[in-house]
């Protein structure tokens, strides 16, 4: 079976499967107070809706609420309905404060002092 479709209902297509993508995506960038769902990501970049600005420096990569990466991103090209971003640094956030030491496995987490009286 051969089906032809017009250019305007594969665009309408392509529109409706990005706006569900972006209804149920829960990887997002961050830049400000503005929150750009991701559509679709890989090892050296991701795509946004064609609807985003064209953004470059640093974001936010986040998953949810959960902080992933501080990101260094360029705007490489448009793909269709997608504004693709590449990775010039990508920063992996750790949670807990960074040591300038190593600690042993075995450390105490807490310090109780002794009682009082």
Known sequence: MDVHM??????????ARNQELE???RLRVVVGDDV??????WD??????VDAPHLRGT???CNGARLLHECLIVCSAQEGAEMVYEYK????V???RVLDFEQADN???AYLGAPEG
Do not use: I, K, Q
């Not at 050296?44 to 809706?49: P, Q, V």
């Open 36 to 41: 750009y769902p991701v559509l679709r990501s």
């Open 23 to 25: 209804r149920t995506a």
């Open 6 to 15: 017009s250019p305007e209902v594969l665009e309408g297509l392509r529109r």
């Open 89 to 92: 640094r990508l920063s992996r």
């Open 44 to 49: 050296g970049g991701f795509a946004l809706s």
């Open 59 to 61: 974001v936010e990569f």
């Open 107 to 109: 450390a105490p987490v």
């Open 94 to 96: 750790t949670e807990g």
